[in-house]
């Protein structure tokens, strides 16, 4: 086969198998899909490691069938164990009990700190081997050349996953297009039978456990029909809401109504639609104008026993909540803005701990929310807290937004959400209109302490400002499995780790980490921002690395000087000034200001590998060093995400050091 297709197809299945590691994984093992960023650290990990053993004479691609094989039986196993998550995280997880999970029976319990361990030790040694394949396969060429080979595969693979994430196809399709690039592989290898057999088996027996599932963008969506009929829905195994028949569950049409026995609204926006309760209930209350937001176009589809969204007063928006607040704010007003107990069970991004709606519940999405408001008008919060703290946070969230005075809530049973919030200029006339109101709600606790989320901290369900006990043990473990792994698995035991590229690469994961945050509070926390954002700073990769080879650059300097006052200049710039622009100006200024740093370390990525003898360790340590900046974007959890342009800046500038020390000492 030609060295450079293999090398493409090789850098393809890398990317591409990630993406589906990342997605997949999460559907099966009960509350990983918390963690996601534990999967990606594992395989830059298994990935680097690959690398730096890359001139071992034995091709341990060989065998990746029979791995690819292992692990997918291993994480099947284990669909079924019963994950516990301790009492004490300082976190809000979605985690087991009795009524949560799709399927009841559970072989075996594992603590979640078990069950990551086990995953993060199963990627890692499950990317070594393509790791190995891609050093050895750029050994041939000359570095620079080489690199952008493997930067044009993974390209490719991040355009295929999205490809197949649009088209919303079955995970089997996705192991299916992963085998094919396998088989293509090792056509010439002797156990090329057995390898087809084996990656076979995966398609098969992945298409038979999920021949009930439905694949979003977002989630594995599994329905069950309730005996009222309504339709309970889970996503990656967890319950997620239930399409309820209102017509039998009275008590649940009761606690849905309540708002509007006291507030008579005629314009509703609701975000977090879902499959339609809060749109049946606005239509029952005859509210004449109904707005629904929903992310998920799959989740819209499911159904309702009821058809909420078939009226000609309902219209219904397939987008980011947010993202249509930013587009409404001057498109007219609502009586009343509903959140329907708008909640994820993902994470935003594969490079990021924020969840799929922190950014709905910040200071300034609150604030959003109030500028859509008439005169008269309420915002209604639906929840379902686990926690008594997560309600401190929520109510301490909305006091400040809309003051003390103008907030009341409702503590309810647990049957679909146990916390309503209404807030807004609004509640006062309605208090004094209907003194049972006064009654039926409560004042908030004068002695809420919680941290309030904010767009640079979306943190909503973490306690407060520190990583928690829960993910500090996850980091401790993940770092002690490295270490051992790095230590004695690697030329790095001989001390053979380039630091220059060790700290390029956890500059450039932290870059990466933080544009796809700025990016989906401007535009939205949609699959299709992420995947544009992710194919967007690999296209610059590739820019850049033509470029240097067509035009000689000596001294990247400038660049650095570059790459570090854009770093400065984008840790001042308030984001949220973009916010008000038209979309084709927010694309612009956006687009330019936070591709500068990536833009600048592309090119002196692309300067300095082209000039490396060893392209495997300095690959290796590139890579290991993304792991390292994996394991700093938790320092966000404390002090914010903006942080992460000075701990990229650090990086940098200890990169900068250490290339004039060593020029000096060449």
């Known amino acids: 086969m030609n060295k450079k297709l293999e ?10 198998l990630e993406l589906v590691f990342i997605r997949w994984f999460p559907a099966h093992l009960f509350s990983l899909a918390f963690f996601s960023n534990v999967v990606l650290i594992a395989s830059f990990l298994g990935l680097g490691l690959g690398f730096l053993i890359s001139r071992n004479k034995r091709d341990f691609f060989n065998f990746f069938p029979l791995i690819l094989f292992g692990i997918t039986a291993v994480v099947l196993f284990l669909r079924n164990i019963q994950v516990d998550v301790p009492v004490d995280a300082q976190t809000w997880i979605w985690s087991y009990y009795s009524a949560n999970k799709i399927q009841g029976i559970s072989f075996f319990k594992l603590s979640i700190t078990q069950l990551i361990s086990l995953i993060f030790i199963l990627t ?7 790791g190995q394949k891609i050093g050895k396969l750029m050994r041939d060429f000359n570095p620079l050349p080489a690199y952008t080979l493997n930067i044009f595969g993974s390209l490719l693979g991040v355009v295929g996953f999205a490809m197949l994430s649009f088209l919303r196809l079955p995970a089997f399709v996705w192991f299916f297009v992963a085998g094919v690039v396998i088989v293509f592989l090792n056509i010439k290898k002797r156990r090329l039978v057995l390898n087809i057999f084996l990656l076979l088996t995966v398609v098969g027996v992945v298409g038979y ?50 708002p509007y026995s006291f507030f008579n609204p005629k314009k509703v926006l609701i ?19 109904i707005d629904a937001v929903e992310i998920d176009p799959t989740i819209l589809k499911i159904g309702h026993p009821q058809n909420p969204y078939e009226s000609d ?14 587009k409404k704010s001057n498109a007219g007003k609502y009586d009343m803005v509903v959140y329907g107990t708008l909640d994820s069970h993902a994470s935003l991004s594969m490079t990021s701990s924020i969840r799929l709606d922190n950014y709905m519940y910040t200071k300034e999405a609150l604030e959003e929310a109030k500028g859509l408001l008439t005169d008269g008008g309420v915002v209604v919060l639906l929840f379902s807290v686990g926690d008594n703290w997560l309600a401190q946070k929520l109510l301490g969230l909305t006091g400040e937004v809309f ?22 200029p609004g509640l006062q006339n309605a208090l004094l209109d209907n003194p049972e109101l006064s009654g039926t709600l409560l004042l908030a606790p004068a002695d809420l302490s919680a941290s309030v989320p904010t767009d640079d901290w979306p943190y909503l369900y973490l306690k407060n400002r520190q990583i928690p006990r829960l993910y500090s043990l996850v980091l401790l473990i993940m770092l002690g499995i490295s270490g051992i792994a790095v230590f004695s698995f690697s030329p790095a035991k001989n001390f053979r780790i380039d630091p220059v590229f060790f700290l390029l690469g956890a500059g450039f994961l932290l870059l990466e980490t933080k544009s796809v945050t700025t990016f989906s509070l401007l535009f939205g926390s949609t699959w299709v921002v992420n995947a544009v954002v992710f194919s967007s700073i690999l296209a610059i990769a590739l820019f850049a690395n033509n470029l240097v080879m067509k035009i000689q650059f000596k001294n990247p300097r400038l660049l650095f000087v570059g790459l570090i006052l854009s770093l400065i200049f984008l840790y001042f710039f308030p984001v949220n000034s973009l916010l008000g622009l038209n ?72 990169a900068v050091f250490l290339y004039i020390y060593n020029k000096r000492g060449s």
């Open 209 to 258: 456990v999920e021949r009930d599932t439905v694949w979003s963008s977002y989630y594995s969506i599994n329905t069950q029909k309730a005996d009222d009929g309504g339709i309970f829905v889970f996503v990656n195994q967890l319950f997620h809401q239930k399409a309820i028949n209102f017509d039998i569950e009275e008590r649940a049409k009761e606690k849905y109504m309540l």
């Open 403 to 424: 003051g003390y005075g103008n907030l009341r809530y409702l503590a309810s049973d647990s049957y679909l959400f146990n916390l309503m919030i209404i807030a807004g």
């Open 583 to 654: 979309m084709f100006a927010k694309i612009l200024i956006s687009g330019f200001f936070v591709a500068l740093p990536i833009f600048f370390s592309s090119f002196i990525f692309a300067m300095f590998i082209k000039r490396v003898q060893d392209i495997g360790i300095s690959m290796g340590s590139n890579l290991l060093g993304a792991v390292t900046g994996g394991f700093f974007e938790y320092s966000s959890m404390i002090w914010g995400l903006n942080t992460l342009y000075i701990i990229a800046l650090v990086c940098y500038l200890f």
């Open 271 to 289: 975000v977090g639609s879902g499959t339609g309760n809060d749109v049946w209930i606005a239509r029952e209350a005859g509210v004449e104008q």
């Open 124 to 130: 890692s040694a499950t990317f070594i081997p393509i």
């Open 7 to 16: 090398l493409v197809l090789v850098s393809f299945l890398a990317l591409f």
């Open 313 to 326: 007063n309902v219209r219904v928006f397939v987008d980011d909540a947010r993202s249509f607040m930013h």
